[in-house]
């Protein structure tokens, strides 16, 4: 039994992407210069067996002063629920960026090599009157200068409970 647990960790463990396949990539996904100004992102929410249980539009604006930058965002769901959320961002050393806000319980923590960026963070996410921490996995992908493809999984004790995937467009 130890052992097969041992081979099927390997295997999960050799399905994710290494960053650096992204490395050598063009566009270079920089969040200082995607995220700056005003932005729409249009997104849905999937269970864990792809069952899509709503939709959203997210108005979004950025800022950057150096290193720290400011991203507020206002969501708009299909059923009339809204939502705000303004996350600090800061670029470190190496495409490498952290980020926090109210309901982010762990700071976000992030690397972007070429087109691709990979941040992981924990949501405080109200579930049926419950608050429950999400871990999430998100994947950025540049797909030009003014367009992004956002993928997030999410986990609950190391189990997959979802997905959230957005397309994000900057606004002239």
């Known amino acids: 039994m130890r052992s097969l647990i041992l081979i099927a960790s390997a295997l999960l463990i050799g399905c994710s992407t290494p960053m650096s396949?992204?490395?050598d990539s063009q566009p270079?996904?920089?969040?200082?210069?995607?995220?700056?100004?005003p932005l729409t992102a249009w997104g849905m929410?999937?269970?864990r067996n792809g069952k899509v249980l709503r939709r959203f539009r997210v108005d979004m604006v950025?800022?950057?002063q150096g290193d720290r930058g400011k991203l507020e965002e206002n969501f708009y769901y299909d059923d009339g629920e809204q939502q705000q959320r303004t996350w600090f961002l800061h670029k470190q050393d190496n495409g490498r960026y952290t980020g926090t806000a109210?309901?982010?319980v762990s700071p976000a923590e992030g690397q972007s090599e070429?087109?691709?960026l990979n941040w992981s963070y924990t949501l405080a996410i109200e579930v049926d009157g419950e608050t429950w921490h999400i871990d999430f996995d998100d994947w950025m992908y540049l797909m030009d200068e003014k367009r992004l493809i956002n993928r997030a999984e999410m986990n609950?004790?190391?189990?997959r409970v979802g997905e959230v995937t957005l397309w994000i467009e900057k606004q002239s």
């Open 102 to 104: 109210s309901d982010v």
């Open 62 to 64: 950025g800022s950057w």
């Open 28 to 37: 270079l996904l920089k969040m200082e210069e995607f995220y700056n100004g």
């Open 21 to 23: 396949y992204y490395r």
């Open 114 to 116: 070429g087109y691709a």
């Open 45 to 47: 929410v999937q269970d």
């Open 156 to 159: 609950k004790w190391g189990f």
